[in-house]
């Protein structure tokens, strides 16, 4: 039987031990749920053990462990394959009000499997274990192979960051395989070949010592939440662009060839809104649609929030109000950078009459994937095997901070194997992951890891 | 005994009683105090019934009931007078962080007596009650007296306007007396002459149909809190004035004789300072800061809310954001006509990548006093004699909406007769009624009450 026979033979099964991992509620942003990371953790390690890795491990951290197996059978020669993945999942609010089903309790429909996580990344990580195991069973694996799985990805990764440091030798390989982002469609396979940084922020607008009487001293004081608003529409010009000075400084141009590339591929305003539900596009002049979310920098207003905002009114000046930020990032930009450069602007632009600060939540740096090297050549023919096209390369405006610092730390090439579709709704409600996506995943992850072993 | 003899000899115990009333949490916005708004309106029968009234009924309403009590055996030929007071409280959140004890369990710190409502109303409104009790313990009421004490005040008076409608000959009365402003300070007695309006207002600024993943849709999608926080930044010039086309047209100017009367008791910055705890003063230019506050209309945010406002970040383009708004109103300026203004120029703004729109929560009329009435002089006269001072006429910008509403179907001149002080704190935490006030007003209410009696 061969890797393909295999993953054939197995389909059922492999389901099941996914909605198995899917039923975890793995929430890492919310401390209750810390069992059920630890359980899922427990699964994953478990999971690597039976495919036949040679050597699994669960690593305490400060935080929730990190999972390790190895398989390094294929000798010295042969490439070290590192695969990223995460077991923890984004929070599922509201799960009555917007989920068709419980986001816990896996369902199939319309050949899609829906649940926290589906794509996000327990599906995704699930499609590359199984290909691995598929490979070993038929004794065809050719390359020495390396799981990492953390249990941070959704809450910034930190004890990812110092594990990596103090195991360079443990990760070291050759090539860093993620399955964790998304393609065009199943019919227009895509490889991404960059994700944006993240620096996130919170703003805090003083006024009063106490919140005050808007009758008596409305007219005479600098309301916080009014200075507020002005500050934080001051941080746009009126075209859409940024108005923090220096803020663009540093980025890349597109080069032509980029955006004749990126052109080939454009979002109709159409797909936009049945997407969004948004009433029409917005953003800087001058870039297209997916040139502003793939490769150009922002500042979003996450959360905002001051006063009274219970039912009904309340007539107050609020003596504070706060608005929580993030800036996308884009090569060339340092998170840290624009930071000093944001809050130096915020300094020159707050009046006299209220006090401000930001302070600095997270941040992460962007990566760029190296399109020729030789893996990301024999990723590009893996989905053509797998899919049945030639991918095409995208760049999406996404972040996984934690990829650009291993990528320098591991001195290793990345390719991002990612096998979700523009609908899997992560984060959202109705995550899903697309059956077809895991079956036509496996076969191009295998056939990835077996070209490596052959390429010599 | 006469009734100040009285007032001394049951100080204690009117303060006991104070305590007991402010314990019911009666917030009138927050729907899950209904029972408290229940047991506080039937705490005001029963003291009204106590005192001596001969009449006492509670009126059901739609909303949370009217307390109305008289005693009219002065006489067809003397006057009557009709005490407005309102048993319902502004809500007090974050009890924990700034309130020095807790807001429903009334404490007495340095001759202040803390709580909510301490001051706005029942303590006000208490302080008239008890007066009316001691004049009438000494047989020494030569006037007939009505009160109407609502639950509505901090929400709108909604169902206040069709009871006093469905219920003028009851309310029928010579003058209205209402205890529920400030003064200037103990050593500084002064009347409300004015108040200003009021139309507060919910705008709603929306986006996409549901949360977006930042990273994905940054930089393509007009982040509704983005949009609003332009929207809101847009409705001052930059000078501080309203931008809204038309807002002012109606305002009357000060003449000179009233800005030179204005200018007699000028708030000092430092005062200001001291009070409000604010960096520097702050509003429309060429007025001064008690004509600003006093004389002039204000557009305020009092809250303002939207995506993610947890702990830490989460990166999302929220569906939408809300800002609360209140715009304090003078003469002679129309609540519903503003309305419009304001409605009408947030559909100019608004760009067509988010929707947007407006609600009206409530409005209320500005209303000004006539300082030449009898009763106003009576007023003077009563207040020298409390505070041992000749009062001054001030201008406050808050809004009592119903006042004017009834000067008006009523056709009786009204008397702010207002016991608060400036750092009462009323609607913020730290809430107090000054005890001296307390009694003092009780005092200056039995001198003014006595006084008419004996005009003739």
Same mark, same amino acid.
């Given at each position: 039987? %061969?890797?393909?026979?295999?993953?054939?033979?197995?389909?059922?099964?492999?389901?099941?031990?996914?909605?198995?991992?899917?039923?975890?509620?793995?929430?890492?942003?919310? !401390?209750?749920?810390?069992?059920?990371?630890?359980?899922?953790?427990?699964?994953?390690?478990?999971?690597?053990?039976?495919?036949?890795?040679?050597?699994?491990?669960?690593?305490?951290?400060?935080?929730?462990?990190?999972?390790?197996?190895?398989?390094?059978?294929?000798?010295? %020669?042969?490439?070290?394959?590192?695969?990223?993945?995460?077991?923890?999942?984004?929070?599922?609010?509201?799960?009555?009000?917007?989920?068709?089903?419980?986001?816990?309790?896996?369902?199939?429909?319309?050949?899609?499997?829906?649940?926290?996580?589906?794509?996000?990344?327990?599906?995704?990580?699930?499609?590359?274990?199984?290909?691995?195991?598929?490979?070993?069973? $038929?004794?065809?694996?050719?390359?020495?192979?390396? @799981?990492?799985?953390?249990?941070?990805?959704?809450?910034? !990764?930190?004890?990812?960051?110092?594990?990596?440091?103090?195991?360079?030798?443990? /990760?070291?390989?050759?090539?860093?395989?993620?399955?964790?982002?998304?393609?065009?469609?199943?019919?227009?396979? !895509?490889?991404?070949?960059?994700?944006?940084?993240?620096? *996130?922020?919170? @703003? #805090?607008?003083?006024?009063?010592?106490?919140?005050?009487?808007?009758?008596? +001293?409305?007219?005479?004081?600098?309301?916080?939440?009014?200075? /507020?608003?002005?500050?934080?529409?001051?941080?746009?010009?009126?075209?859409?662009?940024? $108005? &923090?000075?220096? @803020? +663009?400084?540093? &980025?890349?141009?597109?080069?032509?060839?980029?955006?004749?590339?990126?052109?080939?591929?454009?979002?109709?305003?159409?797909?936009?809104?049945?997407?969004?539900?948004?009433?029409?596009?917005?953003? #800087?002049?001058?870039?297209?649609?997916?040139?502003?979310? =793939?490769?150009?920098?922002?500042?979003?207003? %996450?959360?905002?929030? =001051?006063?009274?905002?219970?039912?009904?009114?309340?007539?107050?000046?609020?003596?504070?109000?706060? $608005?929580?930020?993030?800036?996308?990032?884009?090569?060339?930009?340092?998170?840290?950078?624009?930071?000093?450069?944001?809050?130096? +602007?915020?300094?020159?632009?707050?009046? *006299?009459?209220?006090?401000?600060? &930001?302070?600095?939540?997270?941040?992460?740096?962007?990566?760029?994937?190296?399109?020729?090297?030789?893996?990301?050549?024999?990723?590009?023919?893996? @989905?053509?095997?797998?899919?049945?096209?030639?991918?095409?390369?995208?760049?999406?405006?996404?972040?996984?901070?934690?990829?650009?610092?291993?990528?320098?730390?591991? %001195?290793?090439?990345?390719?991002?194997?990612?096998?979700?579709?523009?609908?899997?709704?992560?984060?959202?409600?109705?995550?899903?992951?697309?059956?077809?996506?895991?079956?036509?995943?496996?076969?191009?992850?295998? +056939?990835?890891?077996?070209?490596?072993?052959?390429?010599?």
């Amino acid at each position: 039987m %061969n890797p393909y026979e295999y993953v054939e033979a197995h389909q059922h099964e492999f389901l099941e031990e996914l909605k198995e991992w899917l039923r975890m509620p793995s929430i890492s942003t919310l !401390s209750q749920h810390k069992p059920d990371l630890l359980r899922a953790a427990e699964w994953a390690r478990q999971q690597l053990e039976s495919i036949g890795l040679t050597r699994v491990e669960l690593f305490p951290t400060a935080g929730n462990p990190v999972v390790y197996g190895e398989w390094l059978e294929a000798g010295k %020669n042969a490439p070290t394959v590192l695969i990223y993945g995460h077991y923890d999942v984004q929070p599922a609010d509201d799960p009555s009000k917007q989920w068709k089903s419980k986001p816990f309790e896996p369902e199939i429909r319309d050949g899609n499997l829906y649940a926290r996580g589906a794509t996000d990344d327990k599906g995704q990580t699930l499609t590359q274990i199984k290909a691995v195991q598929s490979l070993l069973a $038929a004794g065809q694996l050719p390359v020495n192979v390396k @799981f990492v799985i953390e249990g941070e990805e959704e809450s910034g !990764s930190d004890h990812l960051y110092p594990f990596v440091e103090q195991h360079l030798d443990l /990760l070291k390989a050759d090539v860093l395989v993620v399955s964790d982002t998304g393609m065009m469609g199943l019919d227009r396979p !895509s490889i991404v070949v960059s994700l944006r940084g993240i620096v *996130s922020m919170e @703003f #805090e607008v003083r006024g009063p010592s106490h919140d005050l009487h808007s009758g008596l +001293y409305g007219g005479m004081v600098h309301n916080p939440a009014q200075a /507020l608003v002005e500050i934080m529409a001051a941080m746009h010009r009126p075209d859409g662009k940024v $108005a &923090v000075p220096g @803020f +663009y400084d540093k &980025v890349r141009e597109l080069s032509g060839v980029e955006r004749a590339e990126i052109a080939q591929n454009p979002i109709t305003v159409e797909r936009f809104k049945e997407e969004t539900g948004a009433p029409q596009p917005w953003g #800087e002049p001058n870039y297209s649609m997916q040139e502003r979310a =793939g490769t150009r920098p922002t500042f979003e207003i %996450n959360g905002i929030v =001051g006063g009274w905002t219970g039912e009904g009114g309340k007539t107050v000046i609020p003596e504070k109000a706060v $608005a929580k930020v993030s800036c996308r990032l884009v090569a060339e930009q340092d998170p840290v950078e624009i930071f000093e450069l944001i809050q130096r +602007y915020l300094a020159e632009i707050t009046p *006299s009459t209220v006090t401000s600060s &930001v302070r600095l939540l997270h941040k992460g740096m962007w990566s760029l994937v190296d399109t020729q090297s030789l893996y990301m050549q024999a990723a590009v023919r893996a @989905f053509e095997y797998g899919f049945g096209k030639r991918p095409i390369f995208m760049r999406e405006g996404g972040s996984i901070p934690i990829m650009g610092f291993m990528q320098e730390k591991l %001195n290793a090439p990345v390719v991002l194997m990612g096998f979700g579709l523009p609908d899997d709704n992560l984060h959202g409600p109705n995550e899903k992951y697309c059956l077809e996506c895991f079956a036509r995943g496996m076969k191009t992850a295998i +056939y990835f890891l077996h070209s490596l072993g052959t390429r010599g």
